[in-house]
C-alpha cells in the first residue's frame, strides 16, 4: 500500500494519523489546516477520486468565482434547485462526474473536503455575506452527505426527547392541537416521527432544496408543511400565528455564536405564552462533530461554527429570555429518569465538569447515556 505523504507547513506541529496511511496536521493552536487536509491521491484500496485536496479547493473557488457579486436573493434563487449537482454554475463538471461514480466511502470523504473548504469562509463571514455563503455552502454540502446517509444522522432518540419534552410541559393538551415548528428539518426525520404519534400541525424549513424535496415526500400525506427558506427569512416574516412548540436539532452549532442571541430572540418571540423551545445539539465535550477525523478538543473545522457545553448553553437561552432549563437524566429512549427535569439538568452540569477530564471513550459512554445532546425550555 502506497503512503500518502501530508503537507506541512511552518504552523504545523502535530501529526495526527488518519484511516489507513493519511495523515492531517493541525496548527499549534488546535485549528486543523485547511492546506494540511487529508489528501486523496493515495493508491488505498477503497480511493478512485485521484483528486487531492487543493484541486478540489480549486474547483470550488473557480465556481464560486462566478457567484460572488450576487446578491444574497439571487444566491437564494440560485440554489432553489431540487437537484443542485445537475447545475454547473454550483457544481464543476470534473467534481460532479467524481461524485456520481465514487462509493459511499469516497462520497463522504469529498464531504469532508467540501464542508472544510466552506468551513473556513463561512466562520469568517459577517452579516449578509454570512447568509450568502452559508446558503451557497449548504446547497454543495447538503447533497454530497445525501449521497451515502440519507437520514443525515438523525437519531430516533432525538425524537423521543421532543415527544417527552412537550408531554412535560403539555400533560393535558392533545398533540393534534399543538403547533410546532421544526428548523433545520433536513430530511423530515423528525417531523416523520413527530406525525406518527399524532402531531398534525407541524411546519418544517430548511436552506437546503435537496432536504426539503425528501422530507416534503417523506412526510406527505400527515398535514404537514415543509418550506425551503433560511433561519434569517423566517426571523423577517411575520408569524401567522405563534407556536406552541419550536425545536432546533442539530442546527445551533452551525450559526455564529455571536448571533445566536439574537435568533433566540426571534424564535422566542415566535412561541406562546406558553411555550416550548427544545435544543438538540453536540456536546462540545466530545467535539468536533462536523468533521470526523479532528481529534478531541480541536477546534471545529467544517460548518459547526461553535460547539457548546451545557452551562454555556444555558447562558445563552437565558439571555435570549428563556426561562426553566430542563434535560432527561438519562437517554430518552430508556424506561428511567426520561422525563425532563431541571434536577436532571442540575446533575448533568456537575458530570460536565468531571467528563472534562476523563478520557474520550469514557466521555462519549456517558454523554451518549445521560443524553448530553438534549434541552428543553419555556418562554419566560
Known amino acids: 500500500m502506497k503512503s500518502c505523504s501530508a503537507v506541512r507547513s511552518p ?19 488546535g485549528q486543523p ?23 478540489v479547493q480549486a474547483m ?14 439571487q444566491i437564494e434563487q440560485l440554489c432553489q434547485n431540487d437537484d443542485s449537482l445537475s447545475d454547473e454554475r454550483l457544481w464543476p463538471s470534473t467534481l460532479r462526474s467524481r461524485f456520481f461514480d465514487a462509493t459511499p466511502i469516497q ?3 469529498l464531504h469532508w473536503i467540501v464542508e472544510t473548504h466552506y468551513g473556513a469562509l463561512v466562520r469568517d463571514a459577517t452579516g449578509d455575506d454570512f447568509w450568502r455563503l452559508s446558503a451557497l455552502a449548504y446547497t454543495r454540502v447538503i447533497p454530497l452527505r445525501l449521497g451515502y446517509d440519507e437520514s443525515m444522522g438523525h437519531r ?5 426527547f421532543v415527544v417527552r419534552s412537550v408531554r412535560r410541559i403539555y400533560p393535558t393538551s392533545p398533540l393534534r392541537s399543538l403547533r410546532l415548528l421544526d428548523v433545520g428539518c433536513g430530511t423530515g426525520e423528525l417531523l416523520a416521527d413527530l406525525a406518527l404519534v399524532g402531531f398534525t400541525a407541524l411546519e418544517g424549513i430548511d436552506v437546503s432544496r435537496a432536504a426539503t424535496s425528501r422530507a416534503a415526500k417523506r412526510v406527505d400525506g400527515s398535514g404537514a408543511i415543509v418550506r425551503c427558506v433560511s433561519l434569517r427569512r423566517l426571523l423577517e416574516e411575520e408569524p401567522a400565528s405563534l407556536y406552541d412548540v419550536v425545536t432546533l436539532c442539530d442546527v445551533l452549532e452551525h450559526l455564529p455564536r455571536s448571533d445566536v442571541p439574537e435568533i433566540l430572540c426571534g424564535l422566542r ?27 478531541r478538543g480541536c477546534a471545529t473545522g ?37 422525563t425532563p427535569s431541571r434536577s436532571a439538568f442540575l446533575v448533568k452540569l456537575a458530570l460536565e465538569r468531571i467528563l472534562d477530564r476523563t478520557p474520550f471513550s469514557v466521555a462519549t459512554r456517558f454523554t451518549e447515556a445521560f443524553y448530553f445532546r438534549g434541552i428543553v425550555c419555556r418562554r419566560a
Open 60 to 73: 470550488l473557488a473557480a465556481a464560486d468565482q462566478g457567484l460572488r457579486d450576487l446578491s444574497l436573493e
Open 156 to 160: 430516533s432518540a432525538d425524537s423521543i
Open 33 to 55: 489546516a485547511l492546506r494540511l487536509c487529508a489528501r486523496l491521491d493515495c493508491d488505498l484500496p477503497h480511493m478512485a477520486l485521484q483528486t487531492t485536496f487543493d484541486e
Open 11 to 29: 504552523a504545523a506541529e502535530v501529526a495526527i494519523p488518519l484511516c489507513y496511511s493519511r495523515v492531517v496536521s493541525f496548527t499549534s493552536r
Open 269 to 295: 418571540r415566535r412561541l406562546s405564552p406558553a411555550g416550548l423551545l427544545v435544543v438538540v445539539t453536540p456536546s462540545a465535550i466530545t467535539g468536533p462533530h462536523d468533521l470526523d477525523f479532528l481529534p
Open 302 to 338: 467544517g460548518l459547526h461554527l461553535h460547539e457548546y457545553r451545557l452551562r454555556e448553553l444555558r447562558s445563552v437561552l437565558h439571555q435570549a429570555g428563556f426561562a426553566s432549563v430542563q434535560s432527561t437524566l438519562l437517554n430518552p429512549s430508556g424506561r428511567w429518569f426520561a
Open 107 to 109: 462520497r463522504k470523504e
